[in-house]
């Protein structure tokens, strides 16, 4: 897309030169510098990219040197840049704290009233002009059923914020009055089912060239938003935690109405992408010889696969800018020269099953000595972890250690000294201001091949993939009581993990919990757990005091030249043991279920009413 802009940049530029040639027609000419009206509602092609610009405001930048996983309990953000403060509830109507720092968040800034509402804006023009677009009519439509979509997405993150919001499909002039009210959250659902349906009904199966959405993104969403909208958030029997004492329940939830018809069309939803049989599972069945971990990384560093169903493509052009788009550099080790960011929590990390099928126990004597043996595939593939075998080290790390296997933890000598720190801590001789503070990295997303120092990956978000649509199949029928049938669905997705089967006797809550823990664990550092903490109300159970894991070594030698023996073994087996991670004691306010909306908006607009606990 940057392309296209410097493109039109540069015409514009010539345009500019040419008009310096003539001054005898000086008030007849063209606004300068950019396209008039007229002239970018005459053409197809520059109504594409109109569209275009919807899908940066939509989708954001899920790469950017912030992720989304640092405002749940999945990851750390080192430099903090006051994320702490957003994690502890302190948000106010004056302020989102760390959510919204404007030379450094880009992509929680689009998760904000302003630009969402800037993108609604950019949907009404749009369906305003475009009917009298010459050109094409499947081409016409074709931009329709996107706008359709982007206006749909738009939407539903604002529902997601806020709950229910102005419904607006007008241009608003200078002349207008702005004031209007908030419309419910039942009457913004079926706006943005409304809108999806059209989408739909305009959109292709598929395009030559990736990266637009189709019919079946368009399907997707629908089952995410039903989803959605029938969980416990806006549930009026569930959701008393947020709707207690506050005039307006109709804004945050359904008050009224079928919560069991709410769940049946979200299972239809779901179904109906399933029935497209145009989507599967990423090597579903694993052949007994597979490494499922590689796999998973195949799957993350692909640029497409018959699992994708919206990908947000990037290029190593993309942004420029140090906090756009280069997220190996931004989360990789600090030993490595990289930025130790987006660092994954232990609390994440030893949420991760044994092979076998059984929960991970710090109490557990054999599970303490070696935390990260006989695990569940997909740890290997998200998580960096002491030991781990990683890319080879750049030339001056490769000194210190010519393994090139990540160095985490401490040596200590018998009186309790630390005498030498790995390389990706930051008591480490390698960018120590980097090193992240859990004890972890990310892996997922990440390409291997390329050193970030110097060379951008151009590995796309998987925004929507097949096995979220499975996952949201199966918990739809989970609260439907049909325990079976979502057993057999969450079993494709622990199949292809390598996983066991669930149990056949799981069911009711205990089915729904096991649920859960395979959508954390499947979704990490996918843009979801943000979400599904707050539509299952269990923000207090995830924002608390999080954890690391500290690794040390022992060793009766009066010194350690390095932090491994010349040899690669290490001085003794490694100590691993779960501590609190200093600095990061998270709160949560039931009020945090929803933003607020900002005081200034409060002032502009006299009919607006302010979400509850601000």
Same mark, same amino acid.
């Given at each position: 897309?940057?392309?296209?802009?410097?493109?039109?940049?540069?015409?514009?530029?010539?345009?500019?030169?040419a008009?310096?040639?003539?001054?005898?027609?000086f008030?007849?000419?063209?606004?300068?510098?950019d396209?008039?009206?007229?002239?970018?509602?005459?053409d197809p092609?520059?109504?594409?990219?109109?569209?275009n610009?919807?899908?940066?405001?939509a989708?954001?930048?899920?790469?950017s040197?912030?992720?989304?996983?640092?405002?749940?309990?999945?990851?750390?953000?080192?430099?903090?840049?006051d994320?702490?403060?957003?994690?502890k509830s302190?948000?106010t109507?004056?302020?989102?704290?760390?959510?919204?720092?404007?030379w450094a968040t880009?992509?929680?800034?689009h998760?904000r009233?302003?630009?969402?509402?800037?993108?609604?804006?950019r949907?009404?023009?749009?369906?305003?002009?475009?009917?009298k677009?010459?050109?094409?009519?499947?081409?016409?439509?074709?931009?329709?059923g996107?706008?359709y979509?982007?206006?749909?997405?738009?939407?539903?993150?604002?529902?997601?914020?806020?709950g229910?919001?102005?419904?607006?499909?007008?241009?608003?002039?200078?002349?207008?009055?702005?004031?209007v009210a908030?419309?419910?959250?039942?009457?913004?659902?079926?706006?943005v089912?409304?809108?999806?349906d059209?989408?739909?009904?305009?959109?292709?199966?598929?395009?030559?060239?990736n =990266?637009?959405?189709t019919? *079946?993104?368009?399907?997707? /969403?629908?089952?995410? +938003?039903?989803? &959605?909208a029938a969980s %416990?958030?806006?549930n009026?029997?569930k959701?008393?935690?947020?709707?207690?004492?506050?005039?307006k329940?109709?804004?945050?939830?359904?008050v009224g109405?079928?919560?069991?018809?709410r769940?049946t069309?979200?299972?239809?939803?779901?179904?109906?992408?399933?029935?497209?049989?145009k989507y599967?599972?990423?090597?579903?069945?694993?052949?007994?010889?597979?490494?499922?971990?590689?796999?998973f990384?195949?799957?993350?560093?692909?640029?497409?696969?018959?699992?994708?169903i919206?990908l947000?493509?990037f290029?190593?052009?993309?942004?420029?800018?140090?906090?756009?788009y280069n997220?190996?550099?931004?989360c990789?080790p600090n =030993?490595?020269?990289?930025? *130790?960011?987006?660092c994954? /929590?232990?609390?994440? +990390?030893d949420? &991760?099953?044994?092979? %076998?099928?059984t929960?991970?126990?710090?109490t557990n004597?054999?599970?303490?000595?070696?935390?990260?043996?006989?695990?569940d595939?997909?740890?290997?593939a998200?998580?960096?972890y002491?030991?781990?075998?990683?890319?080879?080290r750049?030339?001056d790390?490769?000194k210190?250690?010519?393994f090139?296997?990540?160095?985490?933890g401490h040596?200590y000598?018998s009186?309790?000294?630390m005498?030498?720190?790995g390389l990706?801590?930051?008591?480490?001789?390698?960018?120590?201001?980097?090193g992240?503070?859990t004890g972890?990295?990310v892996?997922?997303?990440?390409?291997?091949?390329?050193?970030?120092?110097?060379?951008?990956q151009d590995v796309p978000?998987?925004h929507?993939?097949?096995?979220?649509?499975?996952?949201?199949?199966?918990?739809?029928c989970?609260?439907?009581?049909?325990?079976?049938?979502?057993?057999?669905y969450i079993?494709?997705?622990?199949?292809r993990?390598?996983?066991?089967?669930l149990a056949?006797?799981?069911?009711?809550?205990?089915l729904?919990?096991?649920?859960r823990?395979?959508?954390?664990?499947?979704?990490?550092?996918?843009?979801?757990?943000?979400?599904?903490?707050?539509?299952?109300?269990?923000?207090?159970?995830?924002?608390?005091?999080?954890?690391?894991?500290?690794?040390?070594y022992e060793t009766?030698?009066?010194?350690a030249?390095?932090?491994?023996?010349?040899?690669g073994?290490?001085?003794?087996?490694?100590i691993?043991?779960k501590?609190d991670?200093?600095?990061?004691?998270?709160?949560?306010?039931n009020?945090?279920y929803?933003?607020?909306?900002?005081?200034?908006e409060?002032?502009?607009?006299t009919?607006?009413?302010?979400n509850?606990?601000?």
């Open positions: 897309m940057k392309k296209i802009f410097n493109l039109l940049m540069f015409v514009s530029f010539i345009t500019i030169l008009s310096c040639t003539k001054t005898d027609d008030l007849d000419k063209k606004p300068l510098g396209y008039s009206e007229d002239a970018v509602w005459g092609a520059l109504v594409e990219t109109f569209v610009s919807m899908y940066r405001n989708l954001g930048f899920p790469f040197i912030e992720r989304l996983s640092d405002y749940s309990d999945e990851s750390h953000f080192t430099p903090d840049w994320v702490t403060n957003f994690n302190l948000m109507q004056d302020g989102l704290q760390g959510w919204e720092v404007s880009p992509h929680t800034l998760f009233w302003d630009p969402l509402y800037a993108n609604v804006r949907a009404s023009i749009f369906f305003s002009k475009i009917n677009v010459p050109g094409d009519k499947a081409v016409i439509d074709n931009l329709k996107q706008a979509f982007l206006r749909a997405w738009t939407y539903f993150y604002l529902t997601n914020l806020y229910g919001v102005p419904i607006i499909t007008k241009v608003y002039g200078l002349s207008d009055d702005y004031t908030r419309n419910s959250y039942d009457e913004c659902m079926k706006f089912i409304g809108q999806i059209s989408a739909a009904m305009y959109l292709p199966d598929t395009y030559a060239t =990266g637009r959405v019919k *079946g993104a368009a399907l997707a /969403l629908k089952s995410r +938003v039903l989803l &959605y %416990d958030l806006h009026s029997a959701n008393s935690v947020v709707t207690s004492g506050f005039s329940p109709d804004l945050l939830g359904y109405g079928d919560a069991t018809a769940w069309a979200a299972k239809a939803a779901a179904k109906a992408v399933i029935d497209l049989n599967s599972l990423y090597k579903a069945s694993p052949a007994a010889t597979d490494s499922v971990a590689n796999n990384v195949e799957l993350f560093t692909s640029k497409g696969t018959s699992e994708d919206l947000q493509f290029t190593p052009k993309t942004d420029e800018d140090w906090d756009g997220p190996a550099l931004y990789g =030993g490595y020269h990289n930025w *130790g960011n987006n994954p /929590l232990g609390d994440l +990390v949420d &991760y099953e044994m092979k %076998d099928g929960k991970f126990d710090w004597a054999k599970h303490k000595a070696n935390p990260y043996l006989k695990r595939a997909r740890l290997y998200t998580i960096l002491e030991g781990v075998q990683w890319r080879k750049p030339d790390a490769l210190i250690d010519p090139s296997k990540i160095q985490v040596v000598d009186s309790g000294k005498i030498r720190a990706d801590t930051r008591e480490g001789p390698i960018e120590d201001w980097n992240g503070k972890y990295y892996r997922k997303y990440v390409d291997p091949s390329v050193d970030p120092q110097y060379v951008k978000f998987k929507i993939r097949y096995a979220e649509i499975l996952l949201n199949y199966a918990e739809a989970i609260e439907l009581g049909q325990d079976a049938e979502a057993r057999t079993n494709m997705v622990r199949k993990a390598g996983q066991p089967d056949t006797t799981l069911s009711g809550d205990a729904r919990q096991a649920y823990h395979e959508r954390r664990i499947e979704f990490a550092y996918e843009d979801q757990r943000f979400w599904d903490v707050r539509r299952w109300v269990i923000g207090a159970a995830a924002y608390h005091q999080t954890s690391r894991v500290d690794v040390r009766t030698e009066s010194s030249p390095s932090y491994r023996k010349a040899d073994t290490t001085y003794g087996a490694p691993f043991s501590a991670l200093g600095g990061d004691a998270r709160a949560w306010n009020k945090c929803f933003f607020p909306i900002m005081r200034n409060m002032n502009k607009n009919l607006l009413v302010q509850p606990g601000y």
